[in-house]
């Protein structure tokens, strides 16, 4: 009966520990210093097509348009940003403005696409 309790028990914790992890791994939230540096390198941008209109003050920024972050440390790690015509409204969707260097605050990039867009003073 004891060992019943005990299997029980222990059961219980592997699943609620299993649980936790994947919860981890399917979604860590950004940063809140890595969200404000997405802020400032937006304040920028000229964004007139709405390419990045879902990077605002609120939310995980891991779930912004382009932003890819790391699954294991949550850090962002990829900025796809590149311009492209959108084949559903036939607009063009471009960034322009000024690329802030607030942009190197993001220490984990290891991937920026920012091609078709037309970045003042590039
Ligand atoms: C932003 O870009 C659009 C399209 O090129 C342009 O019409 C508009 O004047 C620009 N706005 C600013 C504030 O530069
Ligand atoms: C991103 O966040 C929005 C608003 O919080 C939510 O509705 C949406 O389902 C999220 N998307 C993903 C891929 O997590
Ligand atoms: C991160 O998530 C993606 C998509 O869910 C998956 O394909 C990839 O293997 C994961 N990477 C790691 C290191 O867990």
């Known amino acids: 009966m004891t060992l019943v309790y005990l299997l029980t028990f222990l059961l219980s914790i592997a ?19 890595e969200r404000q540096t997405l802020l400032m390198f937006k304040k920028d941008l000229n964004d007139s097509s709405n390419m990045i209109s879902s990077w605002d003050g ?25 311009g ?27 991937h920026l696409d920012l091609s078709h867009n037309y970045f003042e003073g590039l």
Not at 63 to 82: F, I, K, Q, R
Not at 84 to 110: A, C, F, I, M, Q
């Open 15 to 33: 699943s609620f520990t299993l649980t936790l992890c994947n919860g981890n791994l399917v979604h860590l939230p950004c940063k809140e210093n």
């Open 58 to 82: 609120e939310g995980d920024c891991c779930n912004w348009t382009g932003v890819t972050c790391s699954n294991l440390t949550g850090h962002v790690h990829e900025l796809h940003l590149a």
């Open 84 to 110: 492209y015509l959108d084949e559903v409204t036939g607009e063009n969707r471009k960034l322009g403005g000024k690329v802030n260097p607030s942009l190197l605050n993001l220490k984990h990039l290891s």
